[in-house]
């Protein structure tokens, strides 16, 4: 569909360090992360820096060519997998890798777009700072994917997602134009916040090539503590009362069902309970100071836990003696969902309620899942402070044949979860973005407002349907 004229003009406009059509070059990129949505594309374009982004948008905006923007390739809801047709190209951001400047005085760093997570957090730290976001995939994520996700984690509730530690963006529209909103203003009252718009937009206006991101100090001290609970609501209360009396400090507070520790218990190596019993539920806390205090972090979450202990809100609880053992805290958390997986076949569901609901909805919608889908088990994770679920739903066990059940029973199942979330006031996408596997759930339980307003801006920036094709919003008659 894209002739060989048009791909010798892309290559002319990038040379070869910036243009492939070599199947075996551009294979790994055409799969997701998960491996469950696999496109075509003929050609693979890596511009170096945003000059020559915006000369390639240009070119294909005159030739109608789409363009699949892609950073690290981590998008866990197939949204920078290219389409199965070949009808469009693949645009690389990992060339701009740079990290153009890191300020101290201003906890400021103005990223390139393939700059990786991990990369950033290594440098933050030369200079005193950190960059208080956190993922899983921050070996292989990178700036821009994040920017257009709106990524989340760990830090959330303390820091906010990636929406708020973006500054300024740097970004070149679907017609070639560039642009340039990288200065990092308190006050700019001039209309539509552009910056706001691309954050979370998925590469479907515009390609993210760079942008000013927030840092904040680094951590002088910190703690953590695993609690065991008899209740999300409990563990809820028990936020409450850690927020009353330690402030802003609590950076992470995360809940955990005793089905999940056990299952990393099971199947993760070197692992084992912080605490001596085993609680229908448990949760993670960690507070983090910018500076040397007296009390020390730990000394002051071992007074609000006290309470807590006394109150009965915790059944039991240890604080790391030590940054192993906080680290190995840390590593039953991020082992969940690796663990989940080795369980056998699931759904897994990325999604948000409000926090008060959250409790009710973490216990209610499994315990209504296993009954209206027998032989099933479900059960769920979260960062209780900012109501984000990890909510999953295992085929009943015994199943073999993983993607034959969720081909039967996954829409269904889809169905009923998001309904649910939706009566909770919640959003079917907390963290992960909709990508091409949410968008039809996403038309479907849209407000007339919402997807109007949705294709209206799509429309506006990219009226020739060339950015991104198929994913976040669901066009008329799909």
């Given at each position: 569909m894209i002739s060989s004229d048009s791909l010798s003009r892309f290559a002319a406009l990038l040379g070869p360090k910036g243009f492939t059509d070599d199947a075996d070059d551009i294979a790994p990129w055409l799969t997701d992360w998960r491996g469950r949505y696999h496109g075509h594309a003929v050609a693979m374009l890596s511009p170096a820096n945003t000059q020559e982004v915006a000369a390639c948008m240009t070119l294909a905006s005159e030739l109608d060519i789409a363009l699949v923007p892609q950073g690290g390739n981590t998008s866990m809801v197939g949204g920078a997998t290219p389409p199965m047709?070949?009808?469009?190209?693949?645009?690389?951001?990992?060339?701009?890798?740079?990290?153009?400047?890191?300020?101290?005085?201003?906890?400021?760093?103005?990223?390139?777009?393939?700059?990786?997570?991990?990369?950033?957090?290594?440098?933050?730290?030369?200079?005193?700072?950190?960059?208080?976001?956190?993922?899983?995939?921050?070996?292989?994520?990178?700036?821009?994917?994040?920017?257009?996700?709106?990524?989340?984690?760990?830090?959330?509730?303390?820091?906010?997602?990636?929406?708020?530690?973006?500054?300024?963006?740097?970004?070149?529209?679907?017609?070639?134009?560039?642009?340039?909103?990288?200065?990092?203003?308190?006050?700019?009252?001039?209309?539509?916040?552009?910056?706001?718009?691309?954050?979370?937009?998925?590469?479907?206006?515009?390609?993210?090539?760079?942008?000013?991101?927030?840092?904040?100090?680094?951590?002088?001290?910190?703690?953590?503590?695993?609690?065991?609970?008899?209740?999300?609501?409990?563990?809820?209360?028990?936020?409450?009362?850690?927020?009353?009396?330690?402030?802003?400090?609590?950076?992470?507070?995360?809940?955990?069902?005793?089905?999940?520790?056990?299952?990393?218990?099971?199947?993760?190596?070197?692992?084992?309970?912080?605490?001596d019993t085993r609680t229908p539920w448990h949760v993670l806390i960690?507070?983090?100071?910018?500076?040397?205090?007296?009390?020390?972090?730990?000394?002051?979450?071992?007074?609000?836990?006290?309470?807590?202990?006394?109150?009965?809100?915790?059944?039991?609880?240890?604080?790391?003696?030590?940054?192993?053992?906080?680290?190995?805290?840390?590593?039953?958390?991020?082992?969940?969902?690796?663990?989940?997986?080795?369980?056998?076949?699931?759904?897994?569901?990325?999604?948000?309620?409000?926090?008060?609901?959250?409790?009710?909805?973490?216990?209610?919608?499994?315990?209504?899942?296993?009954?209206?889908?027998?032989?099933t088990t479900a059960s769920s994770f979260g960062h209780l402070g900012d109501g984000n679920v990890h909510f999953h739903v295992r085929a009943p066990k015994g199943t073999t044949d993983g993607p034959a059940w969720i081909a039967a029973e996954g829409a269904t199942i889809n169905a009923f979860v998001h309904d649910a979330v939706v009566a909770s006031g919640g959003s079917i996408s907390a963290e992960h973005g909709i990508g091409q596997m949410k968008r039809t759930e996403l038309a479907r339980l849209s407000s007339p407002a919402h997807l109007a307003s949705l294709r209206a801006i799509k429309a506006a920036f990219d009226p020739k349907g060339i950015m991104n094709p198929g994913k976040l919003v669901p066009m008329a008659g799909e």
């Open positions: 047709d070949g009808s469009a190209l693949i645009l690389s951001l990992r060339r701009m890798n740079a990290i153009r400047s890191l300020s101290a005085d201003d906890n400021l760093a103005v990223c390139e777009a393939g700059v990786i997570l991990s990369v950033l957090h290594d440098a933050a730290e030369g200079i005193g700072r950190r960059f208080p976001l956190s993922l899983g995939a921050k070996g292989s994520a990178t700036i821009g994917g994040l920017v257009s996700t709106n990524a989340g984690g760990t830090q959330v509730l303390r820091h906010g997602t990636m929406r708020a530690l973006v500054e300024g963006i740097e970004a070149v529209l679907p017609d070639g134009s560039i642009f340039d909103g990288l200065a990092a203003l308190k006050k700019d009252n001039r209309g539509y916040d552009i910056k706001q718009l691309l954050v979370g937009a998925e590469g479907t206006i515009g390609i993210v090539t760079a942008a000013s991101l927030r840092l904040v100090p680094a951590i002088a001290d910190r703690a953590v503590g695993w609690i065991g609970v008899d209740s999300p609501q409990d563990a809820l209360a028990l936020l409450r009362l850690l927020e009353m009396r330690l402030g802003n400090i609590v950076e992470g507070f995360e809940v955990i069902a005793d089905d999940g520790l056990g299952h990393v218990l099971s199947h993760i190596p070197a692992t084992r309970c912080p605490i960690e507070v983090d100071l910018p500076d040397v205090q007296t009390p020390s972090a730990a000394e002051q979450l071992e007074a609000a836990l006290a309470e807590g202990l006394e109150t009965g809100l915790a059944k039991d609880a240890a604080i790391a003696a030590n940054e192993a053992q906080a680290e190995a805290f840390w590593r039953i958390r991020e082992s969940l969902s690796e663990s989940e997986r080795a369980q056998g076949p699931a759904l897994q569901y990325d999604v948000s309620v409000p926090v008060a609901r959250m409790p009710a909805f973490m216990i209610d919608t499994a315990a209504a899942a296993e009954a209206r889908f027998p032989g």
